[in-house]
């Protein structure tokens, strides 16, 4: 016979954890092996009892879930992490996911999902609720913002302050010709055609600040 799966369940909130634990105890090839309460007993149970997976959130005191998945990883790689959480942001995914978890999961999902998240994960799969995963697919599909150069990028700036193209060139001590050779290769690669639309569109991806 196979040996039961060894589980750690780190999550601050006592009746959540109690019923995750719950949960995974009703099943006969799972193991729940430890309990923490905050990220950094998540590492000290980690690293001490080595479970097979080890089932994080990721808002908890002392040490943050993703913050605990990278520093168990660090030291005992070949447990695995899977982010079992209320949080669904583009930031928070992908800071636990840089952190190195295997899976993300939210707590609202069906017991039948989490629990097959959790074996999927610990044969050494990736564990994604549907939603996480459309996030994550339309991040990749958005196109990545122009490069400008810092010399561009002060251009830019000037004329988001209002200056004329010969105050600009005053100002960065330049010539009014490059000034205007500047704009034209911002308004290319901002596929714009006016300065007004260059700024705007500039802010709108994070170039400029607003």
Known sequence: MTAPLRVVVADDHPIVRGGIVALLQSEPDIDVVGEAADGQHAIELATDLEPDLVLMDLRMPKVGGAEATARILATRPAVKVL???TYESDENILTAIEAGATGYL????PQEEILAGIRAVARGEV???PRIAALLVGRMR????????ARELEVLARVAEGDSNPQIAARLFLAEATVKTHLLHVFEKLEVSDRTRAV???????????
């Open 142 to 149: 958005r196109p990545a913002a122009p490069v400008l150069t």
């Open 127 to 129: 564990a994604l609720a």
């Open 83 to 85: 982010v079992l959480t």
């Open 106 to 109: 939210l707590k609202a999902a």
């Open 200 to 210: 705007t569109k500039a802010m709108e991806l994070g170039l400029l600040r607003r």
